[in-house]
Protein backbone atom coordinates (compact mmCIF):
# COMPACT_ATOMS: atom_id res chain seq x y z
CA UNK A 1 0.00 0.00 0.00
CA UNK A 2 1.25 3.54 -0.90
CA UNK A 3 1.13 6.41 0.95
CA UNK A 4 -0.29 9.43 -0.71
CA UNK A 5 1.43 12.72 0.02
CA UNK A 6 -0.14 15.60 -1.78
CA UNK A 7 1.73 19.12 -1.91
CA UNK A 8 -0.57 22.00 -2.86
CA UNK A 9 1.57 24.72 -4.37
CA UNK A 10 4.85 24.10 -6.24
CA UNK A 11 6.57 27.80 -5.51
CA UNK A 12 9.92 27.44 -3.90
CA UNK A 13 8.65 25.61 -1.05
CA UNK A 14 6.14 23.41 -2.45
CA UNK A 15 8.30 22.31 -5.22
CA UNK A 16 10.99 21.55 -2.85
CA UNK A 17 9.55 19.83 0.25
CA UNK A 18 7.79 17.75 -2.81
CA UNK A 19 11.34 16.76 -4.57
CA UNK A 20 13.16 16.39 -1.09
CA UNK A 21 10.23 13.98 0.31
CA UNK A 22 10.77 11.80 -3.15
CA UNK A 23 14.42 11.73 -2.33
CA UNK A 24 13.72 10.43 1.34
CA UNK A 25 11.18 7.48 0.68
CA UNK A 26 11.47 4.48 -1.12
CA UNK A 27 9.16 4.73 -4.37
CA UNK A 28 7.18 2.06 -4.09
CA UNK A 29 6.02 3.34 -0.90
CA UNK A 30 4.77 6.59 -1.45
CA UNK A 31 2.47 8.39 -4.48
CA UNK A 32 3.63 12.12 -4.52
CA UNK A 33 1.16 14.33 -5.91
CA UNK A 34 2.64 18.04 -6.49
CA UNK A 35 -0.81 20.40 -7.64
CA UNK A 36 -0.47 23.66 -9.06
CA UNK A 37 -2.48 26.21 -11.09
CA UNK A 38 1.07 26.72 -13.78
CA UNK A 39 3.23 23.92 -16.21
CA UNK A 40 6.40 26.19 -14.71
CA UNK A 41 7.97 27.28 -12.07
CA UNK A 42 8.09 30.99 -11.45
CA UNK A 43 10.55 32.80 -9.81
CA UNK A 44 8.36 34.89 -7.66
CA UNK A 45 11.62 36.65 -6.28
CA UNK A 46 12.59 38.24 -10.07
CA UNK A 47 8.57 39.74 -10.78
CA UNK A 48 10.20 43.12 -10.56
CA UNK A 49 12.38 42.25 -13.24
CA UNK A 50 9.37 40.32 -15.31
CA UNK A 51 7.43 43.62 -14.87
CA UNK A 52 10.21 46.35 -15.87
CA UNK A 53 10.54 43.88 -19.61
CA UNK A 54 13.05 41.09 -18.72
CA UNK A 55 12.66 38.14 -19.78
CA UNK A 56 12.92 35.23 -17.13
CA UNK A 57 14.29 31.80 -18.09
CA UNK A 58 11.31 29.09 -18.38
CA UNK A 59 11.77 26.25 -15.92
CA UNK A 60 9.19 23.93 -16.81
CA UNK A 61 7.80 21.32 -14.25
CA UNK A 62 7.96 18.39 -16.87
CA UNK A 63 11.63 18.63 -17.02
CA UNK A 64 12.27 19.55 -12.97
CA UNK A 65 10.22 16.83 -11.66
CA UNK A 66 11.24 13.86 -14.85
CA UNK A 67 12.05 10.85 -13.28
CA UNK A 68 11.77 12.23 -9.58
CA UNK A 69 9.29 9.87 -8.62
CA UNK A 70 6.97 13.46 -8.16
CA UNK A 71 3.72 13.47 -9.99
CA UNK A 72 2.77 17.14 -11.28
CA UNK A 73 -0.80 17.63 -11.08
CA UNK A 74 -1.94 20.77 -13.13
CA UNK A 75 -5.01 21.85 -11.52
CA UNK A 76 -6.37 24.98 -9.49
CA UNK A 77 -7.26 24.24 -5.67
CA UNK A 78 -10.51 24.79 -5.02
CA UNK A 79 -11.18 23.80 -1.20
CA UNK A 80 -9.16 21.23 1.48
CA UNK A 81 -11.79 18.97 3.71
CA UNK A 82 -8.98 17.85 6.32
CA UNK A 83 -11.46 15.90 8.40
CA UNK A 84 -12.12 13.68 5.59
CA UNK A 85 -8.54 14.11 4.43
CA UNK A 86 -9.27 15.45 0.54
CA UNK A 87 -8.33 18.19 -1.65
CA UNK A 88 -10.98 19.57 -4.25
CA UNK A 89 -9.10 20.66 -7.12
CA UNK A 90 -10.68 21.79 -10.79
CA UNK A 91 -8.73 21.24 -14.06
CA UNK A 92 -9.72 21.95 -17.61
CA UNK A 93 -11.84 18.48 -17.52
CA UNK A 94 -13.97 19.31 -14.65
CA UNK A 95 -13.56 19.47 -10.83
CA UNK A 96 -12.50 16.45 -9.11
CA UNK A 97 -11.62 15.48 -5.49
CA UNK A 98 -7.99 13.79 -4.21
CA UNK A 99 -7.14 11.59 -1.00
CA UNK A 100 -4.47 12.06 0.73
CA UNK A 101 -2.60 10.23 3.99
CA UNK A 102 -0.40 13.94 4.33
CA UNK A 103 -0.96 17.29 3.14
CA UNK A 104 1.33 19.59 2.59
CA UNK A 105 -0.01 23.00 2.32
CA UNK A 106 2.20 25.63 -0.16
CA UNK A 107 -0.22 27.70 -1.84
CA UNK A 108 2.13 31.10 -1.27
CA UNK A 109 0.61 34.45 -0.94
CA UNK A 110 -0.63 36.95 -3.47
CA UNK A 111 -0.98 40.68 -3.08
CA UNK A 112 -1.96 42.84 0.56
CA UNK A 113 -4.76 45.76 -0.57
CA UNK A 114 -5.23 46.46 2.80
CA UNK A 115 -8.35 47.38 1.74
CA UNK A 116 -7.82 50.48 0.72
CA UNK A 117 -10.32 52.00 -1.55
CA UNK A 118 -9.57 52.10 -4.92
CA UNK A 119 -6.72 49.63 -5.32
CA UNK A 120 -8.33 46.57 -6.99
CA UNK A 121 -9.48 49.33 -9.77
CA UNK A 122 -6.19 51.13 -10.24
CA UNK A 123 -3.33 49.67 -8.51
CA UNK A 124 -1.15 46.88 -10.49
CA UNK A 125 0.76 44.33 -8.27
CA UNK A 126 3.85 42.13 -8.53
CA UNK A 127 3.23 39.40 -6.19
CA UNK A 128 2.25 36.99 -9.21
CA UNK A 129 3.15 36.43 -12.85
CA UNK A 130 -0.20 37.75 -14.02
CA UNK A 131 -0.26 40.90 -12.13
CA UNK A 132 3.77 41.51 -13.38
CA UNK A 133 2.78 40.52 -16.48
CA UNK A 134 -0.16 43.27 -16.19
CA UNK A 135 2.41 45.74 -15.12
CA UNK A 136 4.79 45.49 -18.10
CA UNK A 137 2.41 45.84 -20.16
CA UNK A 138 1.33 49.19 -19.06
CA UNK A 139 4.60 50.57 -18.34
CA UNK A 140 5.59 50.10 -22.15
CA UNK A 141 2.97 52.15 -23.11
CA UNK A 142 3.94 54.87 -20.78
CA UNK A 143 4.84 58.17 -22.04
CA UNK A 144 8.56 59.66 -21.02
CA UNK A 145 7.84 62.00 -17.66
CA UNK A 146 4.66 60.26 -16.71
CA UNK A 147 5.10 58.98 -12.77
CA UNK A 148 5.34 55.82 -11.32
CA UNK A 149 4.24 55.79 -7.97
CA UNK A 150 5.22 52.47 -5.77
CA UNK A 151 3.51 52.69 -2.62
CA UNK A 152 5.27 50.21 0.07
CA UNK A 153 8.95 51.37 1.29
CA UNK A 154 9.46 47.41 2.15
CA UNK A 155 11.87 44.85 0.21
CA UNK A 156 9.23 44.29 -2.57
CA UNK A 157 8.81 48.52 -3.06
CA UNK A 158 12.41 49.07 -2.77
CA UNK A 159 12.95 46.43 -5.24
CA UNK A 160 10.44 47.64 -7.62
CA UNK A 161 11.27 50.89 -7.72
CA UNK A 162 14.48 51.22 -8.45
CA UNK A 163 14.05 48.35 -10.70
CA UNK A 164 11.46 50.72 -12.64
CA UNK A 165 13.68 53.47 -12.33
CA UNK A 166 16.76 51.73 -13.82
CA UNK A 167 14.60 50.69 -16.53
CA UNK A 168 12.93 53.67 -17.49
CA UNK A 169 15.30 56.39 -17.04
CA UNK A 170 12.33 58.75 -18.73
CA UNK A 171 10.07 58.08 -16.15
CA UNK A 172 9.09 59.89 -12.90
CA UNK A 173 9.56 57.33 -10.17
CA UNK A 174 8.79 57.77 -6.38
CA UNK A 175 7.99 55.78 -3.44
CA UNK A 176 5.83 56.16 -0.28
CA UNK A 177 6.56 54.51 3.05
CA UNK A 178 4.74 54.61 5.86
CA UNK A 179 8.26 54.64 7.93
CA UNK A 180 11.43 56.05 7.11
CA UNK A 181 13.18 54.90 3.59
CA UNK A 182 14.82 51.31 4.89
CA UNK A 183 13.98 52.21 8.40
CA UNK A 184 14.61 48.53 9.37
CA UNK A 185 18.40 48.14 7.78
CA UNK A 186 21.56 49.31 9.36
CA UNK A 187 22.75 52.88 9.43
CA UNK A 188 24.90 51.86 6.70
CA UNK A 189 22.50 50.28 4.75
CA UNK A 190 19.62 53.34 4.90
CA UNK A 191 22.56 55.57 3.91
CA UNK A 192 23.41 53.67 0.69
CA UNK A 193 19.74 52.91 -0.06
CA UNK A 194 19.14 56.66 -0.07
CA UNK A 195 22.72 57.45 -2.20
CA UNK A 196 21.10 55.02 -4.91
CA UNK A 197 17.74 56.08 -4.65
CA UNK A 198 19.16 59.75 -5.82
CA UNK A 199 21.38 58.49 -8.27
CA UNK A 200 18.19 56.87 -9.83
CA UNK A 201 15.97 60.25 -9.37
CA UNK A 202 13.67 58.88 -7.31
CA UNK A 203 11.37 60.89 -5.31
CA UNK A 204 10.61 59.25 -1.35
CA UNK A 205 7.62 60.38 0.48
CA UNK A 206 8.66 59.09 3.84
CA UNK A 207 5.73 59.09 6.58
CA UNK A 208 3.05 59.06 4.62
CA UNK A 209 0.20 55.81 4.34
CA UNK A 210 -1.53 56.15 1.16
CA UNK A 211 -5.58 56.00 2.02
CA UNK A 212 -7.03 56.07 -1.76
CA UNK A 213 -5.78 54.92 -5.18
CA UNK A 214 -7.22 56.70 -8.08
CA UNK A 215 -6.81 56.35 -11.76
CA UNK A 216 -4.51 59.70 -12.15
CA UNK A 217 -3.06 59.52 -8.43
CA UNK A 218 -2.90 58.33 -4.34
CA UNK A 219 -4.53 60.21 -1.83
CA UNK A 220 -2.34 60.00 1.19
CA UNK A 221 -3.83 60.47 5.36
CA UNK A 222 -2.37 63.60 4.92
CA UNK A 223 -4.54 65.06 2.61
CA UNK A 224 -2.39 64.97 -0.09
CA UNK A 225 -2.34 63.89 -3.90
CA UNK A 226 0.41 62.47 -5.20
CA UNK A 227 0.17 62.63 -9.34
CA UNK A 228 0.38 58.63 -10.41
CA UNK A 229 0.32 57.36 -13.88
CA UNK A 230 0.35 53.66 -12.88
CA UNK A 231 0.46 52.67 -9.30
CA UNK A 232 2.33 49.56 -7.69
CA UNK A 233 0.92 48.31 -4.79
CA UNK A 234 3.43 46.61 -2.98
CA UNK A 235 2.31 46.92 0.75
CA UNK A 236 3.30 43.08 1.79
CA UNK A 237 1.20 39.61 1.17
CA UNK A 238 -1.75 38.16 1.84
CA UNK A 239 -2.32 34.03 1.39
CA UNK A 240 -5.19 32.54 -0.40
CA UNK A 241 -8.62 32.01 1.95
CA UNK A 242 -8.88 28.63 0.97
CA UNK A 243 -6.80 27.32 4.68
CA UNK A 244 -9.11 29.70 6.68
CA UNK A 245 -11.97 27.71 5.33
CA UNK A 246 -11.14 24.60 6.77
CA UNK A 247 -11.20 23.14 10.54
CA UNK A 248 -7.28 24.05 10.72
CA UNK A 249 -6.36 26.25 13.57
CA UNK A 250 -5.03 29.11 11.49
CA UNK A 251 -3.88 32.62 12.21
CA UNK A 252 -6.59 35.85 12.26
CA UNK A 253 -4.65 36.34 8.77
CA UNK A 254 -5.32 32.52 7.75
CA UNK A 255 -1.66 31.53 8.15
CA UNK A 256 -1.56 27.68 9.50
CA UNK A 257 -0.35 27.39 12.47
CA UNK A 258 2.39 25.14 12.45
CA UNK A 259 5.78 23.39 15.05
CA UNK A 260 8.85 23.37 14.83
CA UNK A 261 8.32 20.32 12.16
CA UNK A 262 6.00 22.76 10.51
CA UNK A 263 2.98 20.14 11.56
CA UNK A 264 -0.15 21.53 11.98
CA UNK A 265 -1.03 22.04 15.65
CA UNK A 266 -4.79 21.27 15.26
CA UNK A 267 -4.16 18.45 12.89
CA UNK A 268 -1.12 15.84 12.80
CA UNK A 269 -1.32 14.88 9.08
CA UNK A 270 -1.29 18.17 7.85
CA UNK A 271 1.89 20.38 6.96
CA UNK A 272 2.55 23.66 6.25
CA UNK A 273 5.48 25.66 4.63
CA UNK A 274 6.52 29.04 3.56
CA UNK A 275 4.31 32.18 3.09
CA UNK A 276 1.06 30.00 3.97
CA UNK A 277 2.61 28.74 7.22
CA UNK A 278 3.02 30.77 10.70
CA UNK A 279 6.03 29.44 12.18
CA UNK A 280 8.09 30.64 15.03
CA UNK A 281 11.34 31.34 14.05
CA UNK A 282 14.77 32.60 16.68
CA UNK A 283 13.54 35.06 19.12
CA UNK A 284 10.04 33.88 19.44
CA UNK A 285 9.09 35.83 16.36
CA UNK A 286 6.81 34.85 13.56
CA UNK A 287 8.90 33.83 10.16
CA UNK A 288 8.82 36.22 7.73
CA UNK A 289 7.00 35.64 4.19
CA UNK A 290 10.24 34.79 2.36
CA UNK A 291 12.37 32.16 0.13
CA UNK A 292 15.00 33.42 3.00
CA UNK A 293 12.99 31.06 5.34
CA UNK A 294 10.40 28.94 3.40
CA UNK A 295 13.53 27.39 1.90
CA UNK A 296 14.88 25.94 5.30
CA UNK A 297 11.17 25.16 6.15
CA UNK A 298 10.38 23.33 3.33
CA UNK A 299 13.39 21.26 4.20
CA UNK A 300 12.71 20.79 7.63
CA UNK A 301 8.69 19.67 6.85
CA UNK A 302 10.44 17.06 4.05
CA UNK A 303 12.53 15.53 6.25
CA UNK A 304 10.40 15.75 9.34
CA UNK A 305 7.24 13.66 6.84
CA UNK A 306 10.16 11.53 5.58
CA UNK A 307 11.37 10.13 9.23
CA UNK A 308 7.88 9.81 10.49
CA UNK A 309 6.98 8.02 8.30
CA UNK A 310 9.73 5.79 8.25
CA UNK A 311 10.53 6.44 11.93
CA UNK A 312 13.50 7.68 11.46
CA UNK A 313 15.06 10.46 13.76
CA UNK A 314 13.40 13.84 13.53
CA UNK A 315 15.50 16.74 12.00
CA UNK A 316 16.27 19.97 14.60
CA UNK A 317 17.81 21.62 12.04
CA UNK A 318 17.51 25.47 13.16
CA UNK A 319 15.65 27.95 10.58
CA UNK A 320 17.20 31.32 11.17
CA UNK A 321 18.16 34.39 9.04
CA UNK A 322 21.72 35.20 7.50
CA UNK A 323 21.47 37.84 5.27
CA UNK A 324 18.61 40.20 3.45
CA UNK A 325 19.73 40.37 -0.34
CA UNK A 326 18.22 43.15 -2.01
CA UNK A 327 18.54 44.31 -5.70
CA UNK A 328 18.81 48.05 -6.70
CA UNK A 329 18.35 47.40 -10.40
CA UNK A 330 20.61 45.29 -12.59
CA UNK A 331 23.83 47.26 -11.87
CA UNK A 332 23.58 47.71 -7.58
CA UNK A 333 22.29 46.35 -4.82
CA UNK A 334 22.13 45.78 -0.92
CA UNK A 335 23.46 42.82 1.42
CA UNK A 336 22.62 43.75 4.57
CA UNK A 337 23.94 41.11 7.16
CA UNK A 338 21.17 40.31 9.92
CA UNK A 339 21.52 38.30 12.99
CA UNK A 340 19.67 34.91 13.43
CA UNK A 341 15.74 36.38 14.04
CA UNK A 342 16.51 38.89 11.23
CA UNK A 343 18.33 42.17 12.60
CA UNK A 344 20.32 44.39 10.73
CA UNK A 345 23.78 44.18 11.94
CA UNK A 346 26.54 46.71 10.48
CA UNK A 347 28.13 44.60 7.69
CA UNK A 348 26.46 45.22 4.49
CA UNK A 349 27.60 44.76 0.87
CA UNK A 350 26.92 47.14 -1.87
CA UNK A 351 27.53 48.30 -5.33
CA UNK A 352 28.15 45.89 -8.63
CA UNK A 353 29.74 42.80 -6.18
CA UNK A 354 26.37 43.24 -4.41
CA UNK A 355 24.03 42.98 -7.66
CA UNK A 356 25.70 39.85 -8.81
CA UNK A 357 25.57 38.52 -5.11
CA UNK A 358 21.80 38.44 -5.33
CA UNK A 359 21.68 37.45 -8.86
CA UNK A 360 23.17 34.29 -7.89
CA UNK A 361 21.10 33.93 -4.47
CA UNK A 362 18.16 33.66 -6.85
CA UNK A 363 19.58 31.52 -9.41
CA UNK A 364 20.57 29.40 -6.47
CA UNK A 365 17.31 29.75 -5.10
CA UNK A 366 15.91 28.10 -8.34
CA UNK A 367 18.63 25.32 -8.70
CA UNK A 368 17.85 24.52 -5.43
CA UNK A 369 14.24 23.82 -6.09
CA UNK A 370 15.43 21.80 -8.98
CA UNK A 371 17.65 20.18 -6.65
CA UNK A 372 16.24 19.85 -3.06
CA UNK A 373 19.55 17.64 -1.64
CA UNK A 374 21.90 19.45 -3.55
CA UNK A 375 22.34 17.11 -6.18
CA UNK A 376 24.12 14.63 -3.34
CA UNK A 377 22.61 10.85 -3.06
CA UNK A 378 20.23 9.70 -0.88
CA UNK A 379 19.58 6.87 1.12
CA UNK A 380 15.64 6.18 0.29
CA UNK A 381 13.87 4.76 3.59
CA UNK A 382 11.46 2.33 3.88
CA UNK A 383 7.62 3.51 4.59
CA UNK A 384 6.74 1.51 7.56
CA UNK A 385 3.66 -0.68 7.44
CA UNK A 386 2.27 0.85 10.28
CA UNK A 387 2.67 4.49 8.94
CA UNK A 388 1.69 3.61 5.68
CA UNK A 389 -2.01 2.08 6.51
CA UNK A 390 -2.37 4.67 8.99
CA UNK A 391 -4.32 7.18 7.15
CA UNK A 392 -6.22 4.97 4.88
CA UNK A 393 -7.77 2.91 8.87
CA UNK A 394 -8.61 6.44 9.85
CA UNK A 395 -10.61 7.37 6.40
CA UNK A 396 -12.13 3.77 6.48
CA UNK A 397 -13.38 4.21 10.08
CA UNK A 398 -15.02 7.38 9.17
C1 LIG B 1 8.82 40.87 -6.36
C2 LIG B 1 9.15 39.97 -5.22
C3 LIG B 1 10.47 39.90 -4.76
C4 LIG B 1 10.79 39.05 -3.71
N1 LIG B 1 12.07 38.99 -3.29
C5 LIG B 1 12.41 38.16 -2.30
C6 LIG B 1 13.77 38.05 -1.87
O1 LIG B 1 14.64 38.70 -2.40
N2 LIG B 1 14.06 37.17 -0.88
C7 LIG B 1 13.10 36.41 -0.27
O2 LIG B 1 13.43 35.63 0.63
N3 LIG B 1 11.80 36.50 -0.63
C8 LIG B 1 11.43 37.35 -1.63
N4 LIG B 1 10.13 37.44 -2.02
C9 LIG B 1 9.12 36.64 -1.31
C10 LIG B 1 9.06 35.22 -1.88
O3 LIG B 1 8.87 35.25 -3.26
C11 LIG B 1 7.93 34.44 -1.24
O4 LIG B 1 8.06 34.50 0.15
C12 LIG B 1 8.01 32.99 -1.71
O5 LIG B 1 7.73 32.91 -3.09
C13 LIG B 1 7.02 32.12 -0.94
O6 LIG B 1 7.13 30.81 -1.40
P1 LIG B 1 5.86 29.85 -1.35
O7 LIG B 1 6.30 28.52 -1.86
O8 LIG B 1 5.23 29.93 -0.01
O9 LIG B 1 4.81 30.51 -2.35
P2 LIG B 1 4.89 30.82 -3.89
O10 LIG B 1 6.29 30.91 -4.36
O11 LIG B 1 4.01 31.98 -4.10
O12 LIG B 1 4.23 29.54 -4.56
C14 LIG B 1 2.87 29.23 -4.43
C15 LIG B 1 2.49 28.28 -5.55
O13 LIG B 1 1.13 27.86 -5.37
C16 LIG B 1 0.43 28.00 -6.58
N5 LIG B 1 -0.98 28.23 -6.24
C17 LIG B 1 -1.49 29.26 -5.53
N6 LIG B 1 -2.81 29.10 -5.39
C18 LIG B 1 -3.13 27.95 -6.02
C19 LIG B 1 -4.34 27.22 -6.20
N7 LIG B 1 -5.50 27.64 -5.68
N8 LIG B 1 -4.30 26.06 -6.89
C20 LIG B 1 -3.13 25.58 -7.39
N9 LIG B 1 -1.96 26.23 -7.25
C21 LIG B 1 -1.97 27.39 -6.57
C22 LIG B 1 1.08 29.15 -7.30
O14 LIG B 1 0.84 29.08 -8.69
C23 LIG B 1 2.55 28.93 -6.93
O15 LIG B 1 3.17 28.06 -7.83
C24 LIG B 1 9.77 38.27 -3.08
C25 LIG B 1 8.46 38.34 -3.55
C26 LIG B 1 8.15 39.17 -4.61
C27 LIG B 1 6.72 39.22 -5.10
Not at 18 to 23: L, N, V
Not at 121 to 141: D, F, K
Not at 203 to 214: K, L
Not at 270 to 282: F, I, L, N
Request: charged share 20%; glycine share 10%.
Amino acid sequence: MQHRIIVLGAGYTGAIAAGRIAKRLRREDVAITLVNAEPDFVERVRMHQLATGQDLKPRPFSEMFAGTGVELRLATVTGIDVDRKTVAVIDANGAEELAYDTLVYALGSGWNDQGVPGTAEHAYEIASRPGALRLRERLARLDAGQTVVVVGGGLTGVEAATEIAEARPDLEVALVARGGLGDWLSPQGREHLRKVFGKLGITVYEHEAVTGVEADRVATADGNAIPAAVTVWTTGFAVHPIAKATTLEVTSTGQIVVDGTMRSVSHPDVYAVGDAAMAMGPGDKPLRMSCASGTLAAWQAADAIAARLSDGKLPNAPIRYFNQCISLGRKEGLIQYVTADDRAVRAILTGRLAAVYKELVCKGAAWGVANPTFGLPTRRRRVTREQAVAGSVVKALA
